[in-house]
């Protein structure tokens, strides 16, 4: 289990952009598909790779393909799915789960309403994708729902995370990657990531 904390400049520039309140919801949006795929660019970095004969106009040669392509990306909703939406830029290929889970608002406990996956998801490797790791309540409650479904191999992928979230995750399962856009700077007293940008899901969709 490793946690990965991006340092890029690109990176850092949109997160900046995402995080001022006057940015538009569109624009948001958009950032959250950009900043993930840069984000699944270094967390697909370790994919087993197998050589392939092709032929070039000039001369045949031994080319590089990801090896089994058995990829699956899972969205915790719904904030995450405009993540996916970006990581299947990179990755067309890649089949889709979904989970569907809520934060209650009094006791910030994540309530689940929903989960459907592919149907051979165990034999993947999966991207759990959500922009925030705040408590880290709904990233551990959906590793657990994918874990009673067999899955066994993992990569969490987030834009932003608390200090509180990271802990609570790696303690729960410390067998899965981390890769984290930001490391903020700890949670206010309603759950909330400081500074963070507010609420996701509701920035993403124009619910508030
Ligand atoms: C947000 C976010 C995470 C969760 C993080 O979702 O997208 O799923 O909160 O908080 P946690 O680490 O404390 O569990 P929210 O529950 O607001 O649902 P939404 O995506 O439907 O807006
Ligand atoms: N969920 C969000 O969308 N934002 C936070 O800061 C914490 C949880």
Sequence with gaps: MAVTIMDHPLI????GIMRRKATSTKEFRDLV?????LICYE????????????ETPLVKT??????????CIVPILRAGLHMADGILNLIPNAKVGHVG??????????????????????????????????????????????????????????LIAAPE?????TKAHPDIDIYIGNLDERLN????????????????????
């Design 12 to 15: 850092h520039h949109k997160l």
């Design 33 to 37: 598909s950009e900043v993930a795929m």
């Design 43 to 54: 967390a697909t970095r370790k994919l087993p790779l197998t050589d392939i004969e092709i």
């Design 62 to 71: 031994i080319a590089k393909e990801i090896e089994g392509k058995k990829l």
């Design 101 to 158: 889970l809520y934060r209650n608002e009094e006791t910030l406990e994540p309530v689940e309403y929903f989960c459907k996956l592919p149907s051979d998801a165990a034999e993947r490797e999966i991207f759990v994708v959500d922009p925030m790791l705040a408590t880290g309540g709904s990233a551990v409650a959906a590793i657990d729902i994918l874990k009673k479904r067999g899955i066994t191999k993992f990569h969490f992928l987030c």
């Design 165 to 169: 979230g990271v802990d609570r995750l």
């Design 189 to 208: 007293e309603n759950g909330y990531i400081l500074p963070g940008l507010g609420d996701a899901g509701d920035r993403i969709y124009g619910t508030k």
